[in-house]
């Protein structure tokens, strides 16, 4: 077994000695308090203000703990900051795909619906913004369940004896296939519905992430089949592309650097 | 080559962008740049035009470089600038002689004071369509002809050229003092005081009273038609549209129709309403202005209601309250909430704008009791924003006699869906947000493709805008008369807060 990681000994010790006192220290406080480098110090102190657990005075340079770590326990990201930093990028992917885009969040087991971009073919549409839809047959709703182990054990919850609501015929059935399932798109990094939620209607996602890959939502397409799958019934190519390039591009926005 | 995309600068207040769309309007790649903002004096506010002048060499080549495509593949360019924004500048040198003086500029207060107290002042608004104020051009550039010694004698000359944003770029753009082409669109001259709204040319009345020789003045134009090619910058591209950004706007959100209005939600709010070919004059504080002009057919009028405080009401909560670390956490606080409380929030920073023209007006916070929250708090800065454009939209439909029946809509604040919910609710009319946010370089690249062909006509434009999303009203009737009295009692204690100054 591989013995404490250094650096997170060393950026806990610090934010210990942040949580003390007044709470405001200077770089060369830190570094001498804990009997590292200015150099050690200052990355760590870098990292942490990166995502959001340390802040620094503009005027005296000096440390204090960040609103990140007081909001903790809340959502990580607001969901109307979630749509405001990614209006743009949902609009151009519908513009490209032709077919409607929403995002979602994961709420007590279902799929929240915090944005939403018509299909540009100016048929009548209704705004789903605050909607709930299901997890287990909603590409959306697959992302999240991969990547979201919360979402996961929610799902687990709510469902009865270990069945899955039913849609349609192929909607996933049980969990043990929806793990199955599961695993496939956290190779792939994206998810797709072909028939599940309701017959005739298909859908493609793909995870949003914030700092260090935490996954904050998922955005995707729908559509009807025919338009979303090829003639092999599988998603086409080109959309999933511009899917996952869209969420790509959010997570950049948001901080998430390798993805 | 074939000429594949248009391109569109939007010379704004803080900075420059270019952006190259395709022939579905779709964004292929955008280049931007801020300037420096200067306050050298209290009231003062001031750009360098030619620090302006460099950033658009250099992100309108980058903006070509991004999409990887050469000058030669783009059919036309458009511009769309910060309106009435006055550069004064040397015919032979392409030297400006003073700094850029910003629209939002405040020194010649005193001299609009003494210029509306003349017995001929209604002049002004009888030809031009718009109150005597400080933001208009026409006083700064006097301001300046007093101010440097010797400016008079050479502006009367013609050695000294006046310009808008626009024009200072097309003349650079189109060799500067080699051969610049010295132009205004008719959007553009219409906010300077000094264009007759009905010839769209210069009226010697209004140059009479404002003492500005005509030598200095730009030619006037129509917004989409080609003004010559760029020599400088993209050279060989065709220079075809030039238009003030609210009405760049209107014409991105494709209000073609009489009737049709778009609302701009930023720091504050442009409400643009088309009225077709006649200009209607307002009798409820709104301006008369023009709203575009293609080609050789006639100009399209328009009323413009502009709200100083939208969001910038929001960023106050923000930065000064510190009450939400982030404008869009505003939606999440309000939704703490099911109603105002009773509480409201008149928004007069700095007087009221339209309909009211109120500068002694403050701003007032009403109806507070132990009851309220920061929730409360936030549903009435939200709630601010709708009622203003409410008022502004009764006052269009009270000017123009047709009563508005959709509302475009488009800027950063369309991302709060609680707003846009409550503006369609107290507008009692659908609110739509087109697919393409960016309608300001949208319009302008419109205009530039339809000089050159690049699109047939207007209803080909019609056919790329797509609804992104849009609000149906759904408030109940008698709530939102109730409301709206409440809102307009607010209004009413925001009033003859700061008392006159004696003599």
């Known amino acids: 077994m591989p013995g404490p990681v250094q650096s997170i000994e060393r950026a806990a010790a610090i934010l210990r000695l942040l949580a003390q006192g007044s709470g405001r220290l200077g770089l060369t406080e830190i570094a001498n308090s804990l009997g590292l480098a200015r150099g050690t110090a200052h990355g760590i102190l870098r990292t942490l203000q990166l995502v959001g657990f340390v802040e620094q005075d503009e005027a005296t340079g000096k440390y204090q703990l960040g609103a990140a770590l007081l909001h903790l326990g809340t959502s990580y990201l607001d969901v109307n900051e979630l749509r405001s930093r990614a209006i743009n990028w949902a609009d151009a992917l519908a513009a490209r795909s032709g077919e409607a885009v929403r995002i979602g969040t994961h709420l007590q087991g279902k799929v929240l619906v915090v944005h939403h971009v018509f299909r540009p073919d100016d048929s009548l549409q209704t705004l789903d913004v605050g909607m709930l839809m299901p997890m287990h047959a909603t590409a959306i709703g697959k992302v999240l369940l991969a990547y979201d182990a919360n979402a996961a054990a929610a799902l687990h919850d709510a469902s009865h004896d270990g069945e899955l609501e039913q849609f349609t015929r192929r909607t996933v059935r049980t969990h043990r296939e929806m793990s199955r399932m599961l695993a496939t798109v956290r190779e792939h990094g994206w998810a797709s519905d072909v028939d599940e939620a309701g017959m005739g209607e298909a859908g493609v996602a793909a995870p949003i992430r914030g700092y260090g890959g935490l996954v904050v939502g998922a955005m995707g397409i729908s559509g009807a089949t025919e338009r979303i799958c090829d003639s092999g019934g599988r998603p086409r190519p080109d959309l999933v592309g511009y899917v996952r390039d869209a969420a790509r591009a959010v997570s950049r926005d948001l901080g998430a650097s390798r993805w | 080559m074939t000429q594949r995309y248009v391109m569109s600068i939007d010379q704004g207040t803080t900075s420059t962008r270019c952006i190259l769309f395709d022939q579905r309007g779709r964004l292929v790649s955008v280049t931007q740049r801020e300037h420096k903002q200067h306050f050298p004096r209290p009231g003062w506010v001031e750009h360098d035009a030619v620090e302006i002048w460099r950033n658009l060499e250099r992100i309108g080549p980058e903006a070509l470089a991004q999409a990887g495509v050469g000058p030669g593949e783009v059919a036309a360019v458009g511009i769309a600038n910060q309106r009435e924004t006055t550069v004064l500048w040397d015919r032979r040198t392409?030297?400006?002689?003073?700094?850029?003086?910003?629209?939002?500029?405040?020194?010649?207060?005193?001299?609009?004071?003494?210029?509306?107290?003349?017995?001929?002042?209604?002049?002004?608004?009888?030809?031009?369509?718009?109150?005597?104020?400080?933001?208009?051009?026409?006083?700064?550039?006097?301001?300046?002809?007093?101010?440097?010694?010797?400016?008079?004698?050479?502006?009367?000359?013609?050695?000294?050229?006046?310009?808008?944003?626009?024009?200072?770029?097309?003349?650079?753009?189109?060799?500067?003092?080699?051969?610049?082409?010295?132009?205004?669109?008719?959007?553009?001259?219409?906010?300077?005081?000094?264009?007759?709204?009905?010839d769209l040319d210069w009226d010697p009345v209004l140059l009479g009273f404002f003492g500005i020789p005509r030598a200095m003045l730009p030619e006037i134009r129509p917004s989409s038609e080609t003004y010559g090619t760029a020599r400088r910058v993209l050279p060989g591209v065709r220079i075809s549209a030039a238009l003030g950004d609210q009405q760049a706007a209107l014409f991105g959100q494709t209000c073609f129709h009489r009737g049709e209005a778009k609302c701009t939600y930023?720091?504050?709010?442009?409400?643009?309403?088309?009225?077709?070919?006649?200009?209607?004059?307002?009798?409820?504080?709104?301006?008369?202005?023009?709203?575009?002009?293609?080609?050789?057919?006639?100009?399209?009028?328009?009323?413009?209601?502009?709200?100083?405080?939208?969001?910038?009401?929001?960023?106050?909560?923000?930065?000064?309250?510190?009450?939400?670390?982030?404008?869009?956490?505003?939606?999440?606080?309000?939704?703490?909430?099911?109603?105002?409380?009773?509480?409201?929030?008149?928004?007069?920073?700095?007087?009221?704008?339209?309909?009211?023209?109120?500068?002694?007006?403050?701003?007032?916070?009403?109806?507070?009791?132990?009851?309220?929250?920061?929730?409360?708090?936030?549903?009435?800065?939200?709630?601010?924003?709708?009622?203003?454009?409410?008022?502004?939209?009764?006052?269009?439909?009270?000017?123009?006699?047709?009563?508005?029946?959709?509302?475009?809509?488009?800027?950063?604040?369309?991302?709060?869906?609680?707003?846009?919910?409550?503006?369609?609710?107290?507008?009692?009319?659908?609110?739509?947000?087109?697919?393409?946010?960016?309608?300001?370089?949208?319009?302008?690249?419109?205009?530039?493709?339809?000089?050159?062909?690049?699109?047939?006509?207007?209803?080909?434009?019609?056919?790329?805008?797509?609804?992104?999303?849009?609000?149906?009203?759904?408030?109940?009737?008698?709530?939102?008369?109730?409301?709206?009295?409440?809102?307009?009692?607010?209004?009413?204690?925001?009033?003859?807060?700061?008392?006159?100054?004696?003599?």
């Open chain 2, 266 to 503: 930023g720091t504050g709010a442009f409400l643009l309403l088309n009225t077709g070919t006649e200009p209607v004059a307002s009798t409820h504080g709104l301006l008369t202005t023009v709203g575009y002009q293609i080609g050789d057919q006639p100009a399209v009028y328009a009323l413009e209601g502009s709200i100083a405080i939208t969001g910038a009401l929001v960023q106050w909560f923000r930065d000064r309250l510190g009450i939400i670390s982030t404008a869009p956490e505003i939606e999440t606080l309000a939704r703490t909430v099911d109603d105002n409380g009773g509480c409201y929030i008149v928004p007069a920073f700095s007087g009221l704008f339209a309909p009211h023209w109120r500068s002694e007006a403050r701003g007032v916070i009403v109806g507070l009791t132990s009851y309220i929250t920061k929730g409360h708090l936030a549903r009435a800065v939200l709630e601010a924003t709708g009622w203003q454009t409410r008022e502004v939209v009764d006052a269009m439909n009270a000017d123009a006699g047709i009563a508005l029946t959709m509302l475009k809509v488009d800027g950063g604040m369309t991302a709060d869906n609680l707003l846009m919910q409550f503006i369609a609710d107290v507008l009692d009319v659908p609110v739509v947000r087109p697919m393409v946010a960016e309608t300001v370089s949208l319009g302008a690249a419109y205009a530039a493709g339809l000089a050159v062909g690049y699109w047939p006509d207007l209803e080909g434009l019609r056919r790329n805008w797509h609804r992104a999303a849009q609000w149906t009203p759904a408030m109940d009737p008698g709530r939102r008369e109730e409301e709206y009295g409440n809102w307009r009692r607010a209004v009413e204690r925001a009033f003859d807060w700061i008392k006159p100054t004696p003599g």
């Open chain 2, 94 to 198: 392409g030297v400006p002689v003073a700094p850029a003086v910003v629209w939002q500029d405040t020194r010649t207060d005193t001299m609009v004071d003494e210029l509306s107290r003349r017995p001929d002042a209604h002049v002004v608004r009888e030809r031009c369509g718009l109150p005597l104020a400080t933001y208009f051009s026409a006083p700064t550039v006097r301001w300046l002809l007093d101010d440097i010694p010797g400016l008079r004698e050479r502006a009367e000359r013609g050695d000294v050229l006046f310009g808008t944003m626009e024009s200072w770029l097309i003349w650079n753009l189109t060799g500067g003092p080699d051969g610049g082409v010295h132009v205004t669109d008719v959007t553009n001259a219409s906010r300077t005081l000094l264009m007759n709204l009905r």
